[in-house]
Nanobody, 123 residues
Framework: QVQLVESGGGLVQVGGSLRLSCAAS????????MGWFRQTPGKAREFVAT????????LYTDSVKGRFTISRDNAKNTVYLQMSSLKAEDTATYYC????????????????WGQGTQVTVSS
């Protein structure tokens, strides 16, 4: 069992930056691929980024490429999402997730989920 807790969300202006963190506890997660998803009311949860256990492989959805960076610190059992040049359309609840696979773009590939952290980008 892995528990995931997100933090770092908040209110930021268009063009600003935020760094989300996801702290893992329970069974070691260093074997796990990690991902970030986001969701707005009335819409399906959307893949944002994923990283494999070593950090050597990362994937992003097209809309965040060049603006968001996913990283991890296995010594701290934490994965990060650095978000820059934020846009109003980045407003969403952001979820961290863990998968036994290397990386994954699909919700069904993930085994554990956090509760989410709200990011609001104001214009």
């Amino acid at each position: 069992q892995v528990q995931l807790v997100e933090s770092g969300g908040g209110l930021v202006q268009v063009g600003g930056s935020l760094r989300l963190s996801c702290a893992a506890s329970g069974r070691t997660y260093s074997w796990a691929g990690m991902g970030w998803f986001r969701q707005t009311p009335g819409k399906a949860r959307e893949f944002v980024a994923t990283i494999n256990w070593s950090g050597g492989t990362t994937l992003y959805t097209d809309s965040v490429k060049g603006r968001f960076t996913i990283s991890r610190d296995n010594a701290k059992n934490t994965v990060y999402l650095q978000m820059s040049s934020l846009k109003a359309e980045d407003t969403a609840t952001y979820y961290c997730a863990a998968t036994r696979r290397g990386v994954g773009r699909l919700e069904r590939e993930y085994d554990y989920w956090g509760q989410g952290t709200q990011v609001t980008v104001s214009s």
